[in-house]
């Protein structure tokens, strides 16, 4: 039986690494094209040009920067033998799916956002989101012939931008500022050893952050629609501050109060606290 063939474009970035492994450990025939970083993936074939990697394959991923992504796909989709599949994972997907849209008929072209990092070892139970283009019930079933025992949810352009600005953006812009504020802590020391749990969960998810590139951030806070969440978040800092200053108790306990009456109404509150413990737990072992 003939493997299948699927090129990754952008395979010597962190998603590009993982994508090469997972597939090659799926049975296709892989190559990876990078104009930028060197492909350290083992077991794939490795091409100088960005058009020969596609001719002749029948999937092209591709794990590039956000910004840089519409461009590459008006570049190689007109090369794209018939019947291919183009497979774009960006962060943002209201730029990109107007680029998608004018794929020529040719090829098939599949937008997913993966919910997960490079760090993961099993696609089971991962979030894959699956943005439609064409046809969503086709594009759905060829993603999950390719990501077996992930989890699929299918949401819109807009939609997906929306959701992201609080998932991604608002968790990756408040770790962003507090990793910045911490890096300057001159008796860090000393802080890590009066650290109780909570200092110890979030200062490890904002180290754990850091690790991505610059690139991948500044995409992630810059979706125009983080805007609306990040103007909540200033907004309601500075009202906090303020009730505090001027001795308002009230009006502090009664955001607190609110807060945890809606976020009981989907979450046992004393359930997320036991799980935080444990994760330490596990975490310190």
Known sequence: MTKKKLTIIGAGGQMGSWFAKYFVDQGFDVTGYDSEKEITAKNISITGSLVSGILKT???????????????????????????????????????????????????????????????????????????VRDAQKELTVIKSLFEGANFVTIDAAEHDKKIA?????????????ANIVSKDEKMMLTEKMSGTTFRVQKTLAESIMTESPELIETIIANPEIRRVAEELWKDIGRLLTAVQESKTDEVIDYITSCQERLSQHTDLNNSYKRLTKMVKAVEK
């Open 166 to 178: 609080v998932i991604l953006g608002l968790t990756h812009l408040l770790n962003l500022v507090f």
């Open 58 to 132: 029948d999937y092209v991923v591709l794990c590039t920067p956000t910004r840089r992504t519409p461009e590459i796909i008006r570049l190689i989709a007109k090369e794209m033998a018939r019947g291919t599949y183009l497979i774009e994972i960006s962060s943002e997907k209201s730029k990109v799916m107007t680029s998608l849209l004018k794929v020529p008929n040719k090829a098939n072209p599949i937008c997913i956002h993966p919910m997960f990092g490079p760090g993961i070892r099993t696609i089971r139970g991962q979030n894959i989101i699956l943005i439609p």
